[in-house]
């Protein structure tokens, strides 16, 4: 046999690197914007009751009926609307460029943004079109509709708030992509529950208007469920590219369940919020730190040295991203996740100390 790796496997997929998840056994895991706050007592033991009498030995229902209502119950979606589940929002966002993946096709999202939209356009063999932010990381709206009118996208993924960056863009700019783009517009708002605006209330005003959400960030990210909301016709076509039974039994009732104790959930998101502002200030009380402004459970930050920062950081036991050489608009950049007040207290304290040691080592090279 003459069979390799290299032989059969597609170019631009052995040019890709796999997607890494770091060890963090025994870390203060600040790298992936999960929510740090585990489940009450009451609710974690009727979860554990809810499981014991869980059929496993059968496929789960695919229509998943209850968890659909319970989710329209929560996050207000009409019955216009038809509900697409995914193994996490990650499968969802791999369905519709799947669905879409005609020969020549491209996909666009304004950059620097969640890596797996280009992934899986890779993946799908279609182009990938990343158009800059401006330097305040907003829309750079000219350029972005210019870009638009040349590459005919058949998705734009617009992420609101936006990954790594926190902010959330402009309404008007986003109305006028919407307006002007001639394909599918996808707003994924995997961070809504710590922001203040949604566009889940403006799909009636445009058909081409696709809302993608997950609930990883709200406290459930070991469940991997994310959903779509879109006219049904839209669903429809996805629904053929979505594997069967692509969301397990114990998913769809442990979800279904702890959204049914909603104010929990929306209790850690407040909580959140509290803790990303105390977080802000300390860190821009640090003369070497810029944090940027964040909608997210996370918070962005300019630092004298990125992979300094990172790695002293993870020697003193503290997960957080490394950012920088992603994007050229990331340079010296690294993402805080919010964690809880005393992970917080943590990471000032080790960041003060990395950040101080750095000054004398600089000093010292200096004398």
């Not at 799908?124 to 590459?151: E, H, K, N, T, W």
């Not at 990172?310 to 919010?338: A, S, W």
Request: glycine share 6%; charged share 20%.
């Amino acid at each position: 046999m003459n069979a390799s790796p290299e032989s059969l496997i597609r170019s631009e997929i052995l040019a890709m690197s796999a997607y890494a998840v770091p060890s963090s056994a025994g870390m203060v895991k600040l790298d992936a914007m999960e929510n740090p706050y585990t489940l009450p007592d009451s609710l974690r033991r009727e979860i554990g009751e809810l499981v014991a009498s869980c059929e496993i030995n059968r496929y789960p229902d695919p229509s998943a009926p209850a968890l659909k209502r319970r989710l329209r119950m929560e996050m207000k979606i009409s019955d216009e609307y038809d509900i697409l589940l995914g193994n996490g929002s990650d499968e969802l966002i791999q369905i519709m460029i799947q669905a879409c993946a005609r020969q020549g096709a491209t996909i666009m999202a304004p950059g620097p943004t969640f890596a797996m939209y280009r992934q899986y356009a890779v993946i799908a063999g279609l182009d990938y079109v990343g158009v800059p932010l401006a330097p305040d990381f907003s829309i750079d709206l000219d350029g972005f509709l210019s870009a638009m009118r040349q590459y005919r996208p058949a998705i734009v993924f617009i992420s609101y708030p936006n990954n790594p960056t926190g902010n959330l863009f402009s309404a008007d700019a986003m109305e006028r992509i919407l307006t002007e783009a001639p394909g599918l517009v996808v707003v994924d708002e995997a961070y809504q529950p710590f922001a203040d605006g949604t566009f889940m209330t403006r799909l009636p005003e445009f058909q081409n208007l696709v809302m993608l959400r997950t609930v990883s960030k709200l406290g459930l990210a070991g469940l991997r469920l994310g959903y779509a909301v879109a006219l049904p016709d839209w669903v429809s076509q996805f629904n053929k590219v979505r594997s069967p039974y692509n969301v397990n039994v114990l998913t769809q009732l442990i979800a279904e369940r702890v959204l049914a104790h909603g104010g929990v959930l929306r209790e850690q998101a407040l909580a959140i919020r509290v803790e990303r502002a105390k977080l802000a200030s300390a860190l821009g009380s640090m003369s070497d730190v810029i944090p940027f402004p964040s909608e997210a459970n996370f918070i962005l930050a300019r630092v004298p040295d990125a992979p300094l920062v990172h790695e002293g950081l993870r020697q003193r036991g503290i997960l957080i991203k490394n950012l920088h050489g992603m994007h050229p608009l990331l340079d010296q950049c690294v993402r805080f996740t919010i964690g809880t007040p005393a992970e917080n207290v943590l990471l000032i304290e080790a960041l003060r100390a990395i950040l101080n040691t750095r000054g004398v080592a600089v000093a010292d090279r200096v004398g």
